[in-house]
Nanobody, 123 residues
Framework: QVQLVESGGGLVQPGGSLRLSCAASGSIFSINVMGWYRQAPGNQRELVARITNGGSTNYADSVKGRFTISRDKARNTVYLQMNGLKPEDTAVYYC?????????????????WGRGTLVTVSS
């Protein structure tokens, strides 16, 4: 009922920048939270950044001051601007949303994950 399409991953040199995008579509009544998680090989998936409907943001300590999350409410799209990239930022980045959707009998809340986009930071 909600689909997330991510884009913007790729290969970048240390110190470089990338911008990830994630667009949500479907029978969306409201989006409560949108965020980015990442998972490096051999590691658990971890929160990178999230933004609430009210605009409050949270960042992992490892990315504070380098990454910025933003949201276009009208387009149900979230962005992650990543600057000063480091090799340890290499991971698959997943978009996540907590949304309320319309159903035939009313509304329900659900959590949705994107398929992920690979970010590789290497010289």
């Amino acid at each position: 009922q909600v689909q997330l399409v991510e884009s913007g991953g790729g290969l970048v040199q240390p110190g470089g920048s990338l911008r990830l995008s994630c667009a949500a579509s479907g029978s969306i009544f409201s989006i409560n939270v949108m965020g980015w998680y990442r998972q490096a090989p051999g590691n658990q998936r971890e929160l990178v950044a999230r933004i609430t409907n009210g605009g409050s943001t949270n960042y992992a300590d490892s990315v504070k001051g380098r990454f910025t999350i933003s949201r276009d409410k009208a387009r149900n799209t979230v962005y992650l601007q990543m600057n000063g990239l480091k090799p340890e930022d290499t991971a698959v980045y997943y978009c996540n949303t907590e949304a309320t959707v319309r159903t035939s009998t009313g509304y329900r809340s659900l959590e949705v994950w994107g398929r992920g986009t690979l970010v590789t930071v290497s010289s």
